[in-house]
């Protein structure tokens, strides 16, 4: 049972234009999220968090943004660079956010067109 | 100077043989963690360490065990090996339960059995 989904497995962006990445989950129990970028051969980077009393989560171009009663969460990125060709991951963890055990998504493959 | 490192990076081993997967992290983090990524890119948790005490065991096979001599270390040894344990295996580590700061990841271990 997949709790954690990222329905697009992939995505691309224009540089200067804004990415969307979608993530939904089926646990209504989770209530902390967290975003993680990954480039090849390498593992996941921390990127981004939100807990759920929130509705957005602000980091410089990076900005999370969680619906709970859709149980929807999406990072944007404003504006796309290069750099940010990644795969992205959202994770989610439930309930108290430390439960030492984050669900991943399958990710998400971004393409940064220059 | 890397955060989490595990040995070795790349596996190439036959079917029935024990192999050994190292990892250290040096952020001073009391929770270590083993995930899988399978083929179809699903990170799975398998082990989450606390304080040197298995504290997650995500109905893994019981040729798969953990050992954490100390809080820096958490090392994954397979007995045993099987096709379907071809996969990359990431060691991870966090303060607490991951929180506000996420999970630090390695940079994984390809495991190819033949």
């Known amino acids: 049972d997949q709790q954690v989904k990222q329905n697009s497995p992939s995505l691309s962006v224009q540089e200067g234009r804004i990415s969307i990445l979608n993530c939904d989950y089926t646990?209504?129990?989770?209530?902390?999220f967290l975003w993680y970028k990954k480039y090849p051969a390498e593992g996941p980077t921390f990127l981004i968090s939100i807990s759920s009393i929130k509705d957005k989560n602000e980091d410089g171009r990076f900005t999370v943004f969680l619906n709970k009663s859709a149980k929807h969460l999406s990072l944007h990125i404003v504006p796309s660079q290069p750099g940010d060709s990644a795969v992205y991951f959202c994770?989610?963890?439930?309930?108290?956010?430390?439960?030492?055990?984050?669900?991943f998504g399958t990710g998400t493959r971004l393409k940064v067109l220059a | 100077d890397t955060a989490v490192s595990q040995t070795p990076k790349y596996l190439v081993t036959q079917m029935g043989n024990d192999k050994s997967i190292k990892c250290e992290q040096n952020l001073g983090h009391d929770t270590m963690y083993w995930y899988k990524q399978d083929s179809k890119k699903f990170l799975k948790i398998m082990f989450s360490y606390n304080n040197k005490e298995l504290i997650i065991n995500e109905t893994v096979p019981n040729r798969f065990s953990p050992k954490s001599p100390d809080k820096a270390h958490l090392n994954l040894h397979i007995n045993s090996l099987e096709l379907g344990d071809s996969a990359v295996y990431f060691c991870?580590?966090?303060?607490?339960?991951?929180?506000?700061?996420?999970?630090?990841f390695g940079s994984g271990t390809r495991l190819t059995v033949v």
């Open positions: 646990n209504s129990m989770f209530d902390y």
């Open positions: 991870a580590s966090s303060r607490g339960g991951g929180a506000n700061y996420g999970y630090t």
């Open positions: 994770a989610a963890t439930g309930p108290g956010g430390g439960t030492y055990k984050y669900i």
